[in-house]
């Protein structure tokens, strides 16, 4: 594997199709004047193309719009969004010292990456998304869509292919456990038919359009065209294209490449696995809602791949934070992120010293000057009388490592450790994510918010031994109460997830902070459901209105009052 730039650091992932996180955006826009220029950047192009700014979709009455309120709106604001989230995010690590090895995108997300790589200006790459946007929705066929398959792509290609008239196509491979399909509206309806036949999840994607399709053939010769128009700078990190199967040339003309993406699939999971062998461990998605990071580590859960951390950056917990903060925390942890304020340390500690010397020498020696600092605050404290954590105690708590970015020889592979010299973090027990998710079961590395299995694909619909619960009632008897269907359903959750008990509680969300993917979160319900005899769902179920067990079982404690003619 050949690159052209290079720096030590994690694997940076930028999300495509639902990728943004409305709450999680509007806090870092509001914090930090940088996220506002460039959003402001975007806005400008947006008042010039569409005679409006993005950010006052995005921030209705200064309050965060959430994707499907997107959705309802022109099919540019919301692809824009998640282009601007993945900038916003990258703007953010980088502004706390994490130096990327590469970057990938997802999709649309190839852009966001190649932007943040300094190929295109913030300028050009939103009207590159904007015209692709323009020309998918010009040449798709039957205003087409997209659909998650809960199987392998060799499965969902051969579901596709019973579908003799216009058949899907596989538009995305994220897992063995996860296919996009894209279609046309009538093809994708049938797919969805099918998966009930055959018991395999599909979900609808937030998409406007069917991409990675071959009926935009036509339309990617156009978007070439418009392409070449723009100037392309050298890019300053190595970017990979999961579409491609390869790094871009830091130089390479980008206009064929990119029309490429509007007919091939992207093979998500062959280019992390690809990167993992190359040396990368760390990964961090750099968007909005945290659609990668289970992904990733399913993609990578299995085989000798054990020691890999997938973070997330602008997705919501359930207390209303995102993960930047802790994500920032673990990297610093692994020598990957400078210090808290670093550039004040350096004004104090350093002054005759550049950025990058300075970053070298906090990580070399910046343990050691935050334990002399710990030491003599204990003294302080304790000639005062007042108590405090011992040193070498407040030392561990707090002493980060600065990333630093080392230059390597032209056509060397991407660095992805620690600096050469710097003492590597301590292994530590598997801890709860940034995004609140367990460790997956046996040895996992602390803050991995995308559990790995242990099998690899997910198990199929009923594998594995049916839970306890619930227990059957009699006819004319009362309906199981709540927590009964809680705990039955707990249980069923866990034995599929294998995760411990305890950490599903019942407010806990599936997929922000638990890694459960929507299309596993349609086939566990269905079991649930099942599992009581309850009927399909109508067709205006929303899955997003049931994020956490405890939704779901009081979703199932409605359907049993309904079932039994008892008011709920």
Known sequence: MTTTAHATGPVLLFPGQGGYDGAALHRVHQRHPEVRALLARVDAVTGELFGRPLSGALFPGGEPAELRQLLDDAPWVSQLAVYSAGLAAHQRLTANGVRPAVLVGHSLGEITALVAAGAYTVEDGARVVARRTELAAEGNCEGGSMVAVGASASRAAHMAALLEDEPPAVAAENHEGQTVLSGSRTAIGRVRALGELLHTAVVPLDSPFAFHHPSLARAARRFADFVGGFPRHPSA???????????????????????????????????????????????????????????????????????????????????????????????????????PDGGDLRALLGPALSEREFADFWAAAGHEVLTLVSERASAFLGARGGAGPTAPEAAAATAPRAATALAEPPGAAPSFGPPPGAEPPPTAAPTAAPTGEPPAPGPAPAHDPAPASTGGADPAPGAGARPSGPREHAAGGAPPGRQEILTAVRTLYARALEYPEEVLTDDALLEAELGVDSVKQVELLGRATELYGLPTRDPGFQLADHDTLGKVAELIEEGLHQVEGVPA
């Open 237 to 339: 990190v190595p970017v990979y294209s999961p579409i491609l199967g390869r790094f871009y040339g830091a130089e390479e003309p980008l206009a064929a490449p990119l029309a490429e993406h509007f007919t091939r699939p992207v093979r998500f999971a062959a280019a992390l696995r690809t990167l993992y062998g190359e040396g990368a461990r760390v990964f961090v998605e750099t968007g909005g809602r945290a659609t990668l990071a289970p992904a990733a580590g399913k993609a990578l859960s299995g085989g000798d791949r054990a020691d890999h951390t997938v973070l997330a950056t602008l997705a919501s917990g359930r207390d209303g934070a995102d993960a930047l903060e802790p994500t920032l925390g673990a990297l610093r942890d692994r020598g990957l992120a400078a210090a």
